[in-house]
Protein backbone atom coordinates (compact mmCIF):
# COMPACT_ATOMS: atom_id res chain seq x y z
CA UNK A 1 0.00 0.00 0.00
CA UNK A 2 1.18 3.38 -0.92
CA UNK A 3 1.33 6.16 1.87
CA UNK A 4 -1.18 8.59 0.05
CA UNK A 5 -4.33 9.62 1.16
CA UNK A 6 -6.97 11.37 -0.22
CA UNK A 7 -10.54 12.40 2.01
CA UNK A 8 -12.95 12.33 1.60
CA UNK A 9 -13.47 8.82 0.09
CA UNK A 10 -16.87 9.65 -1.11
CA UNK A 11 -18.67 13.29 -1.03
CA UNK A 12 -22.59 14.24 -2.13
CA UNK A 13 -23.03 17.98 -2.31
CA UNK A 14 -25.71 20.52 -3.77
CA UNK A 15 -25.14 22.57 -7.24
CA UNK A 16 -22.81 25.88 -6.09
CA UNK A 17 -21.09 24.75 -3.34
CA UNK A 18 -17.46 25.29 -2.39
CA UNK A 19 -15.70 21.59 -2.09
CA UNK A 20 -12.12 21.24 -1.09
CA UNK A 21 -10.31 17.94 -2.11
CA UNK A 22 -7.67 16.30 0.14
CA UNK A 23 -4.55 14.99 -0.95
CA UNK A 24 -1.51 14.35 1.61
CA UNK A 25 1.55 11.97 0.98
CA UNK A 26 4.14 10.92 3.49
CA UNK A 27 7.13 9.10 1.00
CA UNK A 28 8.57 12.52 0.48
CA UNK A 29 7.78 12.79 -3.24
CA UNK A 30 7.70 16.04 -5.07
CA UNK A 31 5.63 15.25 -7.74
CA UNK A 32 1.89 14.82 -7.50
CA UNK A 33 -0.76 15.04 -9.85
CA UNK A 34 -4.45 15.40 -9.95
CA UNK A 35 -6.68 13.26 -12.32
CA UNK A 36 -10.07 13.09 -13.23
CA UNK A 37 -11.99 9.75 -14.09
CA UNK A 38 -15.64 8.23 -15.03
CA UNK A 39 -16.58 4.99 -14.00
CA UNK A 40 -14.70 2.62 -16.92
CA UNK A 41 -13.01 5.16 -18.91
CA UNK A 42 -9.84 6.25 -18.93
CA UNK A 43 -8.00 8.64 -16.56
CA UNK A 44 -7.30 12.56 -17.64
CA UNK A 45 -4.54 14.55 -16.16
CA UNK A 46 -6.00 17.62 -14.62
CA UNK A 47 -3.45 19.45 -12.47
CA UNK A 48 0.20 18.85 -11.77
CA UNK A 49 3.14 19.97 -9.92
CA UNK A 50 6.55 19.13 -9.89
CA UNK A 51 7.49 20.81 -6.32
CA UNK A 52 6.39 23.48 -3.44
CA UNK A 53 5.01 26.48 -5.02
CA UNK A 54 4.95 24.77 -8.69
CA UNK A 55 1.48 23.69 -10.68
CA UNK A 56 0.18 23.28 -14.06
CA UNK A 57 -2.66 22.30 -15.60
CA UNK A 58 -3.02 19.39 -17.09
CA UNK A 59 -4.66 17.89 -20.55
CA UNK A 60 -7.84 18.17 -19.80
CA UNK A 61 -9.61 21.52 -18.67
CA UNK A 62 -10.94 21.75 -15.24
CA UNK A 63 -12.34 24.57 -13.50
CA UNK A 64 -10.55 23.55 -10.62
CA UNK A 65 -7.55 25.17 -8.89
CA UNK A 66 -4.90 23.55 -6.94
CA UNK A 67 -1.70 24.62 -4.42
CA UNK A 68 1.18 23.11 -3.26
CA UNK A 69 2.56 24.84 -0.29
CA UNK A 70 3.77 21.75 1.46
CA UNK A 71 5.56 18.80 -0.27
CA UNK A 72 3.23 16.27 1.22
CA UNK A 73 -0.20 18.51 0.55
CA UNK A 74 -1.90 18.90 -2.88
CA UNK A 75 -5.46 20.13 -2.70
CA UNK A 76 -7.88 20.64 -5.50
CA UNK A 77 -10.59 22.88 -4.94
CA UNK A 78 -13.78 23.88 -6.86
CA UNK A 79 -15.59 27.03 -6.30
CA UNK A 80 -18.43 26.06 -7.18
CA UNK A 81 -19.66 22.38 -7.93
CA UNK A 82 -21.83 21.83 -10.87
CA UNK A 83 -23.65 18.18 -11.69
CA UNK A 84 -20.69 17.79 -14.30
CA UNK A 85 -17.80 17.62 -12.04
CA UNK A 86 -19.78 14.30 -10.71
CA UNK A 87 -17.08 12.15 -11.43
CA UNK A 88 -14.17 10.20 -9.36
CA UNK A 89 -10.74 12.41 -8.09
CA UNK A 90 -7.49 10.39 -8.50
CA UNK A 91 -4.62 11.46 -6.59
CA UNK A 92 -0.97 10.64 -6.82
CA UNK A 93 2.47 11.58 -6.46
CA UNK A 94 5.97 10.18 -7.89
CA UNK A 95 9.13 10.35 -6.09
CA UNK A 96 11.57 11.06 -9.84
CA UNK A 97 13.25 14.40 -10.26
CA UNK A 98 11.65 16.36 -13.06
CA UNK A 99 13.63 14.98 -16.12
CA UNK A 100 13.16 11.55 -14.84
CA UNK A 101 11.12 9.43 -17.34
CA UNK A 102 11.11 5.98 -15.77
CA UNK A 103 9.04 7.55 -12.38
CA UNK A 104 6.18 5.21 -11.40
CA UNK A 105 3.51 6.95 -9.81
CA UNK A 106 1.91 6.24 -6.76
CA UNK A 107 -2.29 6.49 -5.88
CA UNK A 108 -4.27 7.48 -4.01
CA UNK A 109 -7.74 5.89 -3.30
CA UNK A 110 -9.77 8.20 -5.07
CA UNK A 111 -12.65 10.69 -3.58
CA UNK A 112 -15.87 9.93 -5.24
CA UNK A 113 -17.69 13.22 -6.21
CA UNK A 114 -21.85 13.49 -6.83
CA UNK A 115 -22.95 16.90 -7.36
CA UNK A 116 -26.60 16.99 -7.34
CA UNK B 1 -8.63 7.97 -30.72
CA UNK B 2 -7.04 7.96 -27.71
CA UNK B 3 -3.35 7.62 -27.48
CA UNK B 4 -3.27 4.60 -25.27
CA UNK B 5 -6.47 1.96 -26.57
CA UNK B 6 -6.71 -0.79 -25.12
CA UNK B 7 -8.55 -4.16 -26.42
CA UNK B 8 -10.83 -5.68 -25.44
CA UNK B 9 -12.29 -3.67 -23.66
CA UNK B 10 -13.89 -6.18 -21.00
CA UNK B 11 -12.56 -10.04 -20.82
CA UNK B 12 -14.19 -13.05 -19.09
CA UNK B 13 -11.91 -16.02 -18.15
CA UNK B 14 -12.28 -18.66 -15.88
CA UNK B 15 -9.87 -19.18 -12.91
CA UNK B 16 -6.88 -20.86 -13.94
CA UNK B 17 -6.95 -19.40 -18.07
CA UNK B 18 -4.37 -17.11 -19.11
CA UNK B 19 -5.50 -13.44 -19.63
CA UNK B 20 -4.40 -11.25 -22.21
CA UNK B 21 -4.79 -7.66 -23.07
CA UNK B 22 -3.33 -5.29 -25.57
CA UNK B 23 -2.39 -1.73 -25.70
CA UNK B 24 -2.22 0.60 -28.90
CA UNK B 25 -0.69 4.32 -28.76
CA UNK B 26 0.40 6.62 -31.61
CA UNK B 27 3.36 8.73 -30.64
CA UNK B 28 7.13 7.62 -30.03
CA UNK B 29 7.51 6.83 -26.15
CA UNK B 30 10.00 6.29 -23.56
CA UNK B 31 8.48 3.99 -21.76
CA UNK B 32 5.47 2.17 -21.08
CA UNK B 33 3.67 1.17 -17.94
CA UNK B 34 0.92 -1.28 -16.72
CA UNK B 35 -1.06 -0.33 -13.82
CA UNK B 36 -4.51 -2.21 -12.20
CA UNK B 37 -6.88 -0.68 -10.85
CA UNK B 38 -9.76 -2.77 -8.19
CA UNK B 39 -13.14 -1.43 -8.49
CA UNK B 40 -13.58 1.86 -6.82
CA UNK B 41 -9.86 2.15 -6.05
CA UNK B 42 -6.49 4.40 -7.12
CA UNK B 43 -4.30 2.43 -9.82
CA UNK B 44 -1.35 0.36 -8.45
CA UNK B 45 1.92 0.25 -11.25
CA UNK B 46 2.82 -3.41 -12.04
CA UNK B 47 5.14 -3.15 -14.32
CA UNK B 48 7.40 -0.71 -16.49
CA UNK B 49 8.92 -1.94 -20.20
CA UNK B 50 11.66 0.36 -21.43
CA UNK B 51 11.63 1.46 -25.34
CA UNK B 52 14.06 -0.68 -26.20
CA UNK B 53 13.07 -3.60 -24.20
CA UNK B 54 10.66 -6.40 -26.19
CA UNK B 55 9.91 -8.57 -22.58
CA UNK B 56 9.47 -8.24 -19.45
CA UNK B 57 8.49 -10.21 -16.58
CA UNK B 58 7.41 -10.47 -12.92
CA UNK B 59 5.35 -13.12 -11.18
CA UNK B 60 2.74 -13.88 -13.17
CA UNK B 61 2.84 -11.31 -15.41
CA UNK B 62 4.67 -10.92 -18.94
CA UNK B 63 4.63 -7.51 -20.91
CA UNK B 64 5.58 -7.34 -24.54
CA UNK B 65 6.49 -4.03 -26.25
CA UNK B 66 6.63 -3.56 -30.16
CA UNK B 67 7.75 -0.69 -31.33
CA UNK B 68 7.11 -0.80 -34.69
CA UNK B 69 3.72 -1.42 -34.62
CA UNK B 70 3.12 0.67 -31.42
CA UNK B 71 2.29 -1.46 -29.45
CA UNK B 72 2.67 -3.81 -25.85
CA UNK B 73 0.51 -6.77 -24.60
CA UNK B 74 0.11 -7.91 -20.99
CA UNK B 75 -0.31 -11.58 -20.17
CA UNK B 76 -1.38 -12.61 -16.51
CA UNK B 77 -0.93 -16.45 -16.46
CA UNK B 78 -2.64 -18.67 -13.99
CA UNK B 79 -5.54 -16.25 -13.49
CA UNK B 80 -6.74 -16.23 -10.09
CA UNK B 81 -10.33 -14.69 -9.31
CA UNK B 82 -8.08 -12.32 -7.25
CA UNK B 83 -6.64 -11.13 -10.56
CA UNK B 84 -10.32 -9.52 -11.52
CA UNK B 85 -9.54 -5.82 -11.69
CA UNK B 86 -9.28 -3.13 -14.65
CA UNK B 87 -5.88 -3.10 -16.40
CA UNK B 88 -4.64 0.52 -18.16
CA UNK B 89 -1.33 1.20 -20.00
CA UNK B 90 0.18 4.28 -19.57
CA UNK B 91 2.65 5.86 -22.36
CA UNK B 92 5.74 8.14 -21.11
CA UNK B 93 6.34 10.80 -23.95
CA UNK B 94 9.42 13.01 -23.67
CA UNK B 95 8.41 16.75 -24.53
CA UNK B 96 10.44 19.27 -26.63
CA UNK B 97 10.56 21.38 -22.77
CA UNK B 98 12.60 18.21 -21.68
CA UNK B 99 9.52 17.60 -19.24
CA UNK B 100 7.33 14.06 -20.08
CA UNK B 101 3.66 13.24 -19.76
CA UNK B 102 2.20 10.06 -18.74
CA UNK B 103 -1.40 9.38 -20.65
CA UNK B 104 -3.05 6.50 -19.58
CA UNK B 105 -5.35 4.42 -21.84
CA UNK B 106 -8.82 3.11 -22.09
CA UNK B 107 -8.54 0.55 -19.90
CA UNK B 108 -9.44 -3.80 -20.30
CA UNK B 109 -11.73 -4.63 -17.38
CA UNK B 110 -11.04 -8.34 -16.42
CA UNK B 111 -13.01 -10.21 -14.84
CA UNK B 112 -11.89 -13.84 -13.38
CA UNK B 113 -14.78 -16.59 -12.60
CA UNK B 114 -14.40 -19.03 -9.79
Known amino acids: EADIYQTPRYLVIGTGKKITLECSQT?????MYWYQQDPGMELHLIHYSYGVNSTEKGDLSSESTVSRIRTEHFPLTLESARPSHTSQYLC???????????????FGPGTRLTVL | SQQGEEDPQALSIQEGENATMNCSYK?????LQWYRQNSGRGLVHLILIRSNEREKHSGRLRVTLDTSKKSSSLLITASRAADTASYFCATASLLTSGTYKYIFGTGTRLKVLA
Open chain 2, 27 to 31: TSINN
Open chain 1, 92 to 106: ASSPGKESEITDTQY
Open chain 1, 27 to 31: MGHDK
